[in-house]
């Protein structure tokens, strides 16, 4: 007996070994087939600002509309308050960085495209192009994962953004768009990309951007245009629909990050994340390498160096390299918080404003260009321009803001505050004068001041604030902006919701997750039935009762994982089973009859691509995290719990353990109807609530399999039994073995 169950359990180490290893291994080999696409023409183009003032150019930004067929207020209100906005405002780009229509049923649960959805965006935009009075060529769009919802293929008869986005009715195809602004000697690139998967696979499991290696090469190309003219500066931004936190790495291993620094943008525009996790949704990104390389998996705050100024690393000498870095700027939503960012460059400093209609109607929006917000300078480069004196001193000689207002403005009064501790004061007040220059575009406005007074060490001891009134009498204020001269930035920190969202590089991060969850819930398998079956020591409660030591507590628990034997037995093949066979099979892209097998790698379709990873991570780590592992430290809870009660009756009715077998027929009967096993019964209040963390398990499964069942009109019976009956089915048989001592 002894000998079968050592040979046994050799063959289950055996088993274990082989699964883990080449799963790892092969992993990153299927990768490489996420994305077949071929090369499409990008485009260029440049326009020259006409008119001044010369040194700013501004643009606008909106994201994440989400035009929902159940949600049409968010539509008519882009309607009746974007139009209106952009003719006050005059920018020179319109920039939609994704998510133009939900693609959601009204219950939420299945993602795919919707063409009401579609007619109704494009309607919307023409109406907006009209009321702003602008050429609807300065409008990009760009697809976000919703509008690429179970879209098989771009150009089919589900790709509705070709249809019906800007983008598409102007016949820019590709999927990299530089525009460049000519304006005052100076160049302004813009390079937008769409970074959506291929195959647009149906939601949830379609969420990350895919870059390819071509389209990084596009990107580079696109950004590289004007380096061989050193005439003329050029101020570089790129704008796409995910945050880099949510952007795969390429099958070569690089990363959008890796462009984005070569070229030291000076910003990345972007959305998808969407207000509800902070307002912080910002990242500053820098060339170096932090401890362990760590950044590739996550960045801790805001900024990779939390503290100090860096003032000493400061290298005027020319032939030093400037330190490669840029900023990402994510920008919450229309489709909840109705979001509109204006972006300006001011003499190649860019600084932006985001303001939402929902708190307050925009008559008045004010951007002041210079001096900088101190939170959101580039960190290198600022302290460069100040240490270095690089920038013409003529240029630190005004404060400069653009007012936008849809009535006349007939004074603007620019206020710096001390905010030195214990004290508010204010310690300039100056009123700013309308640009002289032909200001055909829009209104800058600047005031003559002493930038020397304000040098200080501290980011933020001066404020900024700028009042404009206008013709009726109405006083617009900004928020009061801490600014640096000495070019030192003020570095605020994420809250962990943030740090979630911006600060965890998720596509890197889940195969580390989940191998580790996985050989985690291996090894509490295996140990368990170790040491029951092998360990010359028996680890029981009435060991741990009488020792009362940790460790004896901890082994107790743990053997007793593995006394249910089926439902040990079960629990490791259950495992087994989500390493090497199918999770579901479901209709995962629109208008195809095959359906898609999923597995912790992938969808595969056409027995050969894996499409969606890492994006099926969304449905893998929470089965994993929140149902299989409670469900197993359930399952020893309740045989642990039976031991307990075990004891307890025992040593309640005087009994010796040797009789316990000839008693067990007998407990089992009084069990049903005693009144003395009533009231030992009643007495089990652990189990009572483990029967309420298995209900919750129960709940938590139960959701995910309706969720997963409508996403991809799937039968629990026919497309994914294992994955759906298997642990209710192992909890409910723990519960009944262990009712009984
Ligand atoms: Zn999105």
């Known amino acids: 007996m002894k000998k079968n169950s050592k040979r046994r359990m050799r063959l289950l180490y055996l088993l274990f070994c082989c699964i883990l290893i080449p799963s790892t291994v092969f992993s990153d080999t299927l990768q490489n087939h996420e994305r077949i ?37 968010r539509a008519l209100d882009f309607k009746e308050l974007v139009g209106p906005a952009l003719a006050m405002i005059n920018p020179s780009l319109v920039l939609i960085t994704g998510d133009l229509t939900d693609g959601k049923s009204k219950d939420l649960s299945r993602m795919k495209q919707n063409e009401e959805e579609w007619k ?8 907006v192009v009209k009321r702003s009075g602008l050429d609807k060529k300065i409008f990009y769009d760009l697809r976000g994962n919703h509008d690429n919802f179970g879209v098989p293929v771009v150009g089919g008869s589900f790709d509705f953004f070709s249809k019906y986005s800007i983008n598409g009715r102007l016949g820019r195809k590709g999927n990299v768009h530089s525009i460049t602004l000519q304006s005052g000697g100076r160049r302004h690139l813009f390079v937008g990309f769409d970074s959506t998967m291929t195959i647009g696979l149906r939601g949830p499991t379609n969420l990350f951007g895919h870059p390819t290696d071509e389209l990084l090469a596009d990107i580079d190309e696109e950004l590289l245009q004007w380096d061989s003219e ?71 705050n805001i900024h990779q160096t939390p503290y100090g100024s860096n003032a000493g690393n400061v290298n005027c000498s020319s032939g030093v390299p400037p330190i490669k870095e840029f900023w990402e700027w994510e920008m919450g939503d229309w489709r909840n918080r109705r979001v509109m960012r204006v972006l300006a460059i001011d003499s190649g400093l860019v600084s932006f404003i985001d303001f939402d209609f929902k708190t307050e109607s925009k ?34 000689e005004s404060i400069r803001a653009l007012v936008f207002s849809r009535s006349e403005i007939v004074s603007v009064i620019a206020r710096i505050y001390d905010s030195s501790p214990g004290k508010l004061d204010v310690v300039m007040e100056t009123t700013m004068r309308k640009h002289e220059e032909n200001l055909t575009r829009g209104n800058l406005y600047t005031a003559p001041w002493n930038w020397r007074a304000f040098e200080d060490e501290s980011p933020d001891r001066f404020l900024l604030q700028i009042e404009a009134i206008d013709i009726m009498g109405r006083s617009v204020l900004t928020e009061r902006r801490p600014f640096s001269i000495n070019g030192v930035t003020l570095k605020i920190k994420w809250k962990w919701k943030e740090f979630l969202v911006m600060g965890c590089q998720w596509a890197s991060l889940y195969y580390p997750i989940l191998w580790s969850v996985v050989s985690f819930l291996f090894s509490i398998l295996l140990i368990s039935k170790a040491l029951l079956t092998f360990s010359k020591k028996h680890y029981s409660y009435k060991n741990f009762s009488m020792e009362k030591r940790f460790l004896s507590g901890f082994l107790w628990l743990l053997t007793e994982l593995s006394r249910i034997s089926p439902v040990w037995f079960g629990m490791l093949v259950y495992l087994l089973y989500l390493l090497f066979f199918p999770w579901f099979f479901g209709q995962v892209l629109t208008g ?31 089965h994993l995290c929140f149902v299989v592992l409670p469900a197993i430290f359930v399952t020893g809870a309740f045989s642990a719990e039976r031991a307990v009660y075990r004891e307890h009756y025992l040593s309640l009715t005087a009994k010796k353990e040797d009789d316990y077998i000839k008693e067990k027929r007998r407990i089992k009967k009084d069990y049903r109807g005693n009144k003395k096993s009533k009231l030992l019964r009643g007495r089990r209040w652990v189990r009572k609530l ?52």
């Open 363 to 396: 008559k008045t929006i004010i951007l002041p260009t210079f001096p900088l917000d101190s939170r959101f300078m580039l960190t290198s480069s600022s302290l460069h321009d100040y240490y270095c004196q690089s920038k013409d001193p003529l240029f630190y």
């Open 120 to 127: 109704e965006y494009q309607d919307v935009l023409e109406e």
């Open 230 to 300: 050193s005439t003329k500066s050029v101020t570089k931004i790129s704008f796409g629909h995910f945050p880099l936190s949510f952007s795969a790495a390429t099958d070569s291993g690089k990363t959008l990050k890796d462009v984005f620094l070569k070229h030291s943008l000076s910003a990345y525009l972007c959305g998808h994340l969407h207000a509800r996790f902070g307002k912080n949704l910002k990242r500053h990104h820098q060339s170096g390498h932090n401890f362990l390389s760590s950044e590739k998996y996550f960045q801790l």
């Open 37 to 73: 696409e071929g090369k499409k023409p990008n485009l260029r183009s440049v326009i020259d600002l006409k008119g001044g003032p010369d040194s700013v150019i501004w643009v606008v930004q909106l994201s994440d509309l989400h035009f929902s067929v159940f949600h049409p207020e």
């Open 592 to 622: 195809d009859g095959d359906k898609g097998s999923m597995t912790y790698k992938g969808w595969e379709l056409n027995k050969q691509v894996y499409a969606g990873f890492p994006d099926i991570m969304v449905l893998v780590l929470p």
């Open 690 to 741: 483990l029967v309420v963390i298995c209900l919750m398990i129960f709940w938590k499964h139960w959701k995910n399999c309706r969720a997963t069942s409508k996403a991809y009109e799937m039968n629990p019976f026919l497309h994914f039994p294992g994955y759906c009956f298997s642990i209710p089915l192992l909890l409910a048989y723990a519960f009944y073995k262990t009712m009984g001592v």
